[in-house]
């Protein structure tokens, strides 16, 4: 029996991808992830691996077709085809789906009670169950249903729940201090740097979006839980983006050096719009008060390293994200070493099991999360299928 407080359950299927449902990746490891133990992940997703995802969709009905960074979409490009499917199987396997069912909170059971072990409250009322397999997901786009009330009832039955905080979310700029404004709508490579406690910890690259707001696009997106994380533990936070993505200050001023011994005459501006949009290039002279009509030739040695150093650290000013209302996904939840990685079976509460986002993974954009729903899915379907 499945019990869904949504009316229309699925509804993040129906959203994910641009509504056309990235369901996963080609190359699936536990270094796509971040969260709970690296070994757990990883023995989860080999009990379930990538092509056992493909042939399973193959065989109900959804073929998959690959795109840019390994992303495997369903060949019609339609979400709810996806859904569809799962809701046809779901129904095919004999399970019962009640929707609309919400689940108020799940306690243990007297000993000796009819139907198991554990009580299942409902808005609609109670039922007891030998085995419970919570997959109540996160807390990212809670209007689909998934608004953290799993990670009660887990933490009621005994569960460490690691601090959640958005992930895959779009970031904020302190509007006075950014030129994200000024190029709204435009996107490019680029390469961001989270810096914990005056140390890079992380670095990303992928295409960047700058927006009204801030930043957005895969590479915002992916830092997003980096940043979001050091703060919730209370570390010196920043974040840097590099518009020359792999390159380093030296790299980047050696560049400016052979581009002004090859085209003197070539204007600065110029110049840098034929590295970035010219948009982006005419901002960041903007912002660094350089004058951008002056030739190579005539542009001063300072000015050239302060060019380089922006271009390959410049300080984005990130003040917080949008939060769960737009976030991809929620870092933090059960702790995944509370977890059997061989049945997904909680080592806290007898007859609890539990899979998906509400466990403390949170995977980076491309098809990774619903990897990890897919085979946490299977691995707990197996072994309960087992007995
Ligand atoms: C906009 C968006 C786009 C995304 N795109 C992609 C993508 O293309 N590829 C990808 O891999 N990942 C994507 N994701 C992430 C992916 O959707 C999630 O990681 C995945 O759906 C998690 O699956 P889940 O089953 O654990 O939880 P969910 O999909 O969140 O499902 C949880 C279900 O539990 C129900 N529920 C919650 N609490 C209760 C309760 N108390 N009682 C009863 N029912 C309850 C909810 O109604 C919901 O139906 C996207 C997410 C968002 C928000």
Redesign the pocket.
């Known amino acids: 029996m499945l ?4 009316r229309a ?5 129906l ?4 509504s ?5 990746n080609t190359t699936v490891t536990d270094r796509d992830f971040w969260g709970g133990k690296p070994s757990i992940i990883r023995r989860v997703l080999r009990a379930f691996p990538v092509e056992d995802t493909v042939a399973f969709f193959g065989e109900i009905g959804v073929s998959l077709h690959e795109e840019a960074g390994g992303k495997l979409f369903p060949d019609t490009n339609r979400a709810r085809d996806v859904l569809a499917a799962l809701l046809r199987e779901t129904d095919r396997a004999g399970a019962m789906l009640l929707a609309g ?4 909170d799940v306690v243990r059971a007297p000993p000796g009670s009819p139907g198991g072990g554990l009580r299942i409250v ?1 808005d609609r009322g109670e039922m007891t169950a030998a085995q419970v397999v919570l ?4 807390q ?2 809670p209007k ?4 953290g ?2 990670f009660a ?1 887990a933490k009621h039955l005994g569960h460490t729940i690691v601090p959640a905080t958005p992930a ?1 979310a779009p970031l904020l700029l302190d509007a006075a201090d950014a030129m994200h404004a000024a190029v709204s709508g435009v996107s490019h490579d680029a390469e961001l740097a989270v810096w914990i406690d005056g140390a890079v910890s992380i670095r990303v690259t992928g295409s960047l979006l700058w927006t009204h707001f801030g930043v957005s696009g895969p590479v915002a997106l992916n830092a997003s839980r980096h940043w979001l994380r050091g703060r919730l533990e209370g570390r010196t936070v920043a974040m840097t983006i590099s518009f020359r993505p792999g390159a380093r200050f030296d790299d980047a001023d050696a560049d400016w050096q052979r581009r002004a011994a090859a085209n003197p005459k070539a204007s600065v501006q110029a110049t840098l719009a034929s590295m970035v949009p010219a948009s982006v290039a005419a901002a960041l002279l903007r912002q660094l008060s350089l004058d951008g009509a002056a030739t190579l030739a005539h542009f001063p040695r300072d000015a050239r390293r302060t060019l380089s150093r922006a271009l390959v650290e410049s300080p984005l000013p990130v003040t917080g994200s949008r939060g769960y209302t737009f ?3 929620t870092a933090g939840g059960v702790a995944l070493d509370e977890i059997d990685a061989g049945t997904m079976a909680s080592h806290r509460c007898p007859g609890l099991t539990c ?4 466990l403390d993974v949170d ?1 980076r ?9 897919w085979s946490s ?1 299977f691995v707990a379907g197996r072994a309960l299928a087992a007995g």
């Open positions: 019990l869904d407080g949504a359950p699925g509804a993040k299927i959203v994910s991808g641009g056309r449902c990235n369901v996963t069912h919400r689940v108020i409902t997959a109540t997901g996160g990212a786009l689909s249903g998934s608004d009330a799993g009832i895959l976030a991809e996904a899979v998906g986002e509400v995977g954009i491309g098809g990774f999360n619903f990897q990890w729903a899915g």
